[in-house]
């Protein structure tokens, strides 16, 4: 029997998780923002704005929802930093700590990192490729729950975005965390070119923070995913998507499989067979213009705990 990935109740909810508005360093204002992505058929957004929590619940109603956000960053040298994303379903403008710019003397980047988790925050990595921080960092550190795959204003910037690598070689190493896709506007270049899909079991604040610390989301800057399933009886792994021209199953180990459509065809599904000696499977969509997908992993050691 074919089970979801995703929960079989619930609402899909589009939403671009990391930005500025004039609040710090962005070009809009929070009100023009939201009226961007009202329009374009967003669900909800996070104003992740520098080292100042804001919830914007004044911007917030029944159909879009602002999440309580902020963005940290811990700078080492004119070109290397640390900059980690904190989500809340909170209704406050304050953290339980003092919210303000640490420098490296001050802080570590993981102690920065515990300091927003112990406020109840989900925290994610920014742009680890464009803020040059070393394996062995990104590798040691610990206790958040996100990861930029993709942050289309760093790509626009240096090409800087894509970590999809990086994020691979984490999940060898054991690490369970999730795959984001942002925009982390601050300019009109950087809009609408990053976002995740989760599926919430309503539309709500506390509803999308769940499904975010569920994983019950996936990470695109173009493809949608429609399903991904897998039949633990036959150990078949199924995926349905929008028209792409590849479909990519990254396992470990050993290696996955990748899938082409036809010359001037698409496709929109796809399966594999498991070996069984998988730690994780995940897979990723590309479309005709080379935009992806990338689903969340199922990971087969916490399954098999259950
Ligand atoms: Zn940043
Ligand atoms: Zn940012």
Same mark, same amino acid.
């Not at 990935?5 to 079989?8: E, I, L, M, N, S």
């Not at 909170?90 to 339980?96: D, G, H, L, R």
């Given at each position: 029997m074919r089970t979801s990935?995703? &929960?079989?109740n619930g609402v899909w909810l589009k939403g671009n998780t990391h930005g500025h508005s004039t609040v710090s360093d962005g070009r809009f204002t929070p009100e023009e923002l939201v009226r961007g992505y009202r329009e374009r058929g967003y669900s909800f957004l996070a104003l992740t704005d520098h080292n100042v929590l804001a919830a914007h619940d004044d911007l917030s109603d029944e159909k879009f929802i602002l999440l309580t956000g902020l963005e940290h960053d811990i700078e080492y040298s004119a070109g290397k930093c640390t900059h980690v994303t904190g989500l809340s379903a /909170? #209704?406050?403008? /304050?953290?339980?700590y003092l919210c303000r710019r640490y420098s490296s003397r001050e802080k570590s980047d993981q102690q920065l990192i515990h300091m927003m988790c112990g406020d109840g925050q989900f925290v994610s990595l920014a742009h680890p490729v464009w803020s040059r921080m070393s394996w062995e960092e990104i590798l040691s550190l610990e206790g958040y729950q996100g990861f930029e795959v993709y942050n289309n204003g760093t790509e626009h910037l240096c090409h800087g975005g894509n970590a999809e690598v990086l994020w691979d070689m984490l999940l060898r190493a054991g690490k369970k965390v999730f795959a984001m896709a942002v925009d982390d506007q601050h300019v009109a270049e950087d809009l609408y070119g990053g976002w995740i899909w989760l599926k919430a079991a309503e539309r709500s604040k506390q509803a999308i923070l769940d499904a975010l610390w569920a994983g019950s989301f996936y990470a695109s800057n173009? &493809?949608?995913?429609v399903d991904f399933a897998l039949d633990a009886e036959t150990g078949e792994v199924y995926v349905t998507c929008s028209p792409c021209r590849e479909i990519h199953f990254v396992t470990y180990e050993p290696r996955g499989k990748s899938i082409f459509a036809k010359e001037g065809e698409t496709i929109t599904e796809a399966s594999f067979h498991l070996?069984?000696? #998988?730690s994780y499977i995940r897979v990723v969509c590309v479309d005709q213009e080379g935009h992806s997908a990338w689903s969340n992993p199922i990971f087969f050691d916490e399954r098999a705990e259950k």
């Open positions: 990935y995703f &929960p079989k /909170a #209704e406050k403008t /304050a953290t339980n173009g &493809p949608d995913i070996r069984g000696t #998988e």
